[in-house]
């Protein structure tokens, strides 16, 4: 085994690794605030923790960068003096209560996502049965790092007069913790395939879908990795050095969930950008079959022509044009996209979510003005 060196140092790591998941899961997370506004219209609860969970995320940045000026990612032997290693010690503590409620409410935020499109009881009491379990299982975390010493400041003083549960204890439970989430992650993998798999959509749309709702599994396999990092002899001996890849793991697992769930609505706005992009190719060809003069360019908005709907409908929303399909002679509305049911599951009667959506052609025409001559 190699020892150690005075040499030896995290710093660096931390910082560069801090900042890329901060970047990232902001540049996520403000991609689908973007599409939730301009395809939706309203932001949701889910939007609202996941937004907690950033602002955690954010601070957890902060709190380590703050941590390495008072020696964090060093060896405790190479920092001058015992009192900056407290403090660093402290403010990882502190830090890392806080990223646990962060895990929690990301994953919350995940499975409230997942139950607005699910259709089946079974489906709905399993994603409250994990959102509830995680935000159990992850506050405890967080709550026995306070309740473990007595008084709290002894958890990371040792020159404190006090008394504190056998660190083993702690690790143990962190390993189960952070285990357990693995497990719930790998579960919401599966269990999105399970909702879309009975829409009456084409295959290539839920196979496309499954895939952005299931990265989930990333999640998963980051908190796997960090329970390898929990050793308590470690963490005793040499805490400011070996908890730097703890902590970033544990980190890195509340940016994957960030970015996990916000991921699928940006698949929104690609869309619509093909959407455009071919209705403005069929207006073209269009244009240049009838051979006339000024033609007028088509957009999706003035192009697409929807079967058994009027113009004033395109403005309706999804849960009323259900309804006034229905009323009419019974015949549903055939207008329904799977990106309309993403965002609108929730004002959707719920017979018409269980039975499914039928999903007909779409097509497009263009449309040109002609010249009094002709």
Same mark, same amino acid.
């Given at each position: 085994?190699?020892?150690?060196?005075?040499?030896?140092?995290?710093?660096?790591?931390?910082?560069? /690794?801090?900042?890329?998941?901060?970047?990232?899961?902001?540049?996520?997370?403000?991609?689908?605030?973007?599409?939730?506004?301009?395809?939706?219209?309203?932001?949701?609860?889910?939007?609202?923790?996941?937004?907690?969970?950033?602002?955690?995320?954010?601070?957890?940045?902060?709190?380590?960068?703050?941590?390495?000026?008072?020696?964090?990612?060093?060896?405790?032997?190479?920092? #001058?003096?015992?009192?900056?290693?407290?403090?660093?010690?402290?403010?990882?503590?502190?830090?890392?209560?806080?990223?646990?409620?962060?895990?929690?409410?990301?994953?919350?935020?995940?499975?409230?996502?997942?139950?607005?499109?699910?259709? !089946?009881?079974?489906?709905?009491?399993?994603?409250?049965?994990?959102?509830?379990? /995680?935000?159990?299982? !992850?506050?405890?975390?967080?709550?026995?790092?306070?309740?473990?010493?007595?008084?709290?400041?002894?958890?990371?003083?040792?020159?404190?007069?006090?008394?504190?549960?056998?660190?083993?204890?702690?690790?143990?439970?962190?390993?189960?913790?952070?285990?357990?989430?693995?497990?719930?992650?790998?579960?919401?993998?599966? @269990?999105?395939?399970?909702?879309?798999?009975?829409?009456?959509?084409?295959?290539?749309?839920?196979?496309?879908?499954?895939?952005?709702?299931? @990265?989930?599994?990333?999640?998963?396999?980051?908190?796997?990795?960090?329970?390898?990092?929990?050793?308590?002899?470690?963490?005793?001996?040499?805490?400011?050095?070996?908890?730097?890849?703890?902590?970033?793991?544990?980190?890195?697992?509340?940016?994957?969930?960030?970015?996990?769930?916000?991921? #699928?609505?940006?698949?929104?706005?690609?869309?619509?950008?093909?959407?455009? !992009?071919?209705?403005?190719?069929?207006?073209?060809?269009?244009?240049?079959?009838?051979?006339?003069?000024?033609?007028?360019?088509?957009?999706?908005?003035?192009?697409?022509?929807?079967?058994?709907?009027?113009?004033?409908?395109?403005?309706?929303?999804?849960?009323?044009?259900?309804? !006034?399909?229905?009323?009419?002679?019974?015949?549903?509305?055939?207008?329904?996209?799977?990106?309309?049911?993403?965002?609108?599951? #929730?004002?959707?009667?719920?017979?018409?979510?269980?039975?499914?959506?039928?999903?007909?052609?779409?097509?497009?025409?263009?449309?040109?003005?002609?010249?009094?001559?002709?």
């Amino acid at each position: 085994m190699t020892l150690p060196t005075e040499s030896d140092s995290a710093v660096t790591r931390l910082i560069i /690794v801090f900042t890329l998941l901060a970047s990232l899961a902001g540049i996520t997370l403000g991609f689908r605030y973007y599409c939730k506004h301009r395809y939706a219209k309203q932001l949701g609860v889910d939007d609202l923790l996941l937004g907690i969970s950033y602002l955690i995320l954010t601070a957890a940045a902060i709190c380590t960068a703050v941590a390495t000026r008072h020696g964090f990612g060093q060896h405790i032997w190479t920092i #001058p003096r015992p009192t900056q290693a407290i403090t660093a010690a402290g403010i990882v503590f502190i830090g890392g209560a806080f990223v646990f409620f962060g895990i929690a409410l990301a994953k919350t935020s995940i499975c409230l996502t997942l139950y607005n499109i699910a259709g !089946k009881k079974w489906q709905k009491w399993t994603l409250v049965f994990v959102a509830a379990s /995680v935000l159990v299982t !992850k506050l405890l975390s967080g709550i026995f790092i306070f309740v473990s010493c007595t008084p709290v400041q002894k958890r990371w003083n040792p020159m404190v007069k006090g008394s504190c549960w056998d660190i083993n204890v702690l690790c143990r439970y962190w390993s189960f913790s952070g285990a357990w989430s693995a497990v719930t992650d790998f579960a919401l993998v599966v @269990l999105p395939w399970c909702i879309i798999w009975h829409l009456q959509v084409k295959k290539i749309e839920k196979i496309v879908l499954g895939f952005v709702l299931s @990265l989930g599994l990333l999640t998963g396999i980051v908190a796997a990795i960090k329970t390898t990092y929990i050793q308590a002899s470690d963490l005793e001996h040499d805490f400011t050095y070996a908890a730097a890849d703890l902590v970033i793991w544990e980190s890195a697992e509340l940016a994957v969930a960030i970015i996990a769930v916000a991921i #699928p609505f940006g698949r929104l706005a690609v869309q619509d950008y093909f959407k455009r !992009k071919r209705a403005r190719s069929a207006g073209n060809a269009t244009s240049q079959a009838s051979g006339t003069r000024g033609t007028e360019p088509a957009t999706s908005e003035s192009t697409m022509v929807r079967r058994d709907v009027n113009d004033a409908d395109d403005e309706m929303p999804l849960a009323g044009r259900v309804l !006034k399909a229905e009323a009419n002679s019974g015949v549903r509305s055939s207008t329904v996209s799977l990106e309309q049911f993403l965002r609108e599951a #929730p004002e959707m009667p719920g017979a018409w979510r269980e039975s499914g959506i039928m999903l007909t052609r779409e097509f497009t025409v263009g449309r040109h003005r002609r010249d009094a001559s002709e």
